[in-house]
């Protein structure tokens, strides 16, 4: 290749090759250029990093495509007249990854990222990673490739340095974590104060008058949000100078362990869930084990679901901001997009704690309202 492509990114390398191509006359003005498959075989790489060639010269108006039939040399192999006035209005693109968009707390993330990118003329794209870390590592690969203006990612679960986000992280490439951060490295993040709010929610079982109140969770090593809401327990704890008992901490959560502790462990009287999922399976795991709820058993859980209120027992639990936290993360990347140098900013939003009727005070005791 004829301009030092050994220096350049193989992307641009392969760009080069093909302007070479053209402005030699291999080929000439409409004539097809090969295909994504037999440019990516020749040169072993990814269609991505192919894709991402042609992308720049269909900018530039040297080569258009053709839905289905592929990429063609523009009229005598020259920049179309419109395409530098069409690349200067072009709209930046940030890349959402979220493992799933499944419950009302997801699907308003993306409902604030999306709002908050459209109102500044930034258009969204959105890939779901389904938990998987190995799926997340392919798509992050990819984000560079394709040439985003940004990303938002929120971590599959489980992930303490994720060494794709890492690296992205520590670059000055415009990068948002959503949900949780890195512990011990700065980065751009915005989540919910899960240590302060997992705290507030326990002292209220405490208040009521429990005592022996357990802890359920999916597996807490490496998800900095579940470790900070364990964190929030176990002070609530301390605070009220009862030990922290590790009997009591359910992870990860398994519905039959969760009903057996319950039939054999009497002496809880309330539990704290650090989802409505396991929430909701814990109500499931009491009612076999013979706890009525509240009068037998309360139990408080993170995160509302969509008409709680109508549900056979309304939960009592811990209501984040999640359209705040996906405005706040949208905007957080779109002054990264700006000022990639901006220092690195973690932004903690307040839950609400919500009372509804899965609490109330423990047996043997008069019912307090706090």
């Known amino acids: 290749m004829s301009r030092n492509g050994k220096s350049m990114p193989m992307y641009a390398q392969i760009r080069e090759y093909l302007l070479d191509g053209i402005e030699g006359g291999t080929w000439s003005g409409e004539e097809k250029l090969p295909s994504e498959n037999e440019l990516a075989e020749k ?4 269609r991505i990093t192919i894709k991402k060639a042609l992308d720049g010269l269909v900018e530039e108006g040297i080569v258009y495509r053709i839905q289905g039939k592929g990429s063609f040399v523009s009229e005598n192999g020259k920049p ?6 069409r690349l200067q209005h072009r709209k930046s693109f940030v890349w959402l990854l979220m493992p799933r968009v499944n419950n009302l707390f997801t699907s308003s993330i993306l409902r604030g990222v999306e709002r908050t990118l459209d109102e500044a003329g930034c258009k969204l794209m959105f890939s779901s990673t389904d938990d998987s870390p190995e799926k997340e590592k392919e798509l992050l690969a990819e984000a560079s490739e394709l ?7 929120y971590p599959a679960v489980g992930e303490a340095y994720n060494e794709d986000i890492l690296r992205m992280a520590l670059s000055p490439f415009p990068v948002v974590i959503i949900d949780r951060y890195l512990r011990g490295v700065e980065t751009n993040c915005v989540c919910t104060d899960n240590v302060q709010s997992s705290y507030e929610a326990v002292k209220y079982l405490l208040e009521l008058g429990h005592r022996s109140i357990a802890f359920v969770s999916s597996p807490v090593e490496g998800t900095t949000s579940l470790e900070d809401r364990l964190t929030g327990y176990e002070k609530a704890l301390s605070e009220h100078l009862i030990p922290v008992d590790r009997s009591l901490i359910v992870e ?7 009903e057996r502790l319950l039939k054999e462990q009497p002496r809880i009287t309330a539990v704290f869930a650090c989802n409505n999922d396991i929430g909701l399976r814990v109500i499931k795991a009491a009612e076999r084990a013979g706890r009525n709820i509240p009068e037998g058993l309360s139990i408080l859980f993170f ?4 008409n709680s209120e109508w549900f056979r027992i309304p939960p009592s639990c811990v209501v984040q901001q999640p359209e705040a936290i996906g405005r706040e993360a949208a905007s957080m990347v779109l002054r990264l997009i700006d000022n ?5 900013l973690r932004v903690s939003l307040p839950a609400k704690l919500v009372i509804r009727e899965s609490t109330s005070a423990p047996p043997g005791t008069t019912k307090t309202t706090v």
Do not use: C, H, Q, T
């Open 43 to 46: 040169f072993g790489v990814s």
């Open 340 to 344: 990639p140098g901006a220092p690195r």
């Open 303 to 306: 995160d509302d679901f969509e």
């Open 252 to 258: 990860p959560f398994d519905e039959k362990k969760m």
């Open 80 to 85: 179309r007249l419109y395409a530098s006035e």
């Open 147 to 153: 040439g985003v203006s940004g990303v938002i990612v």
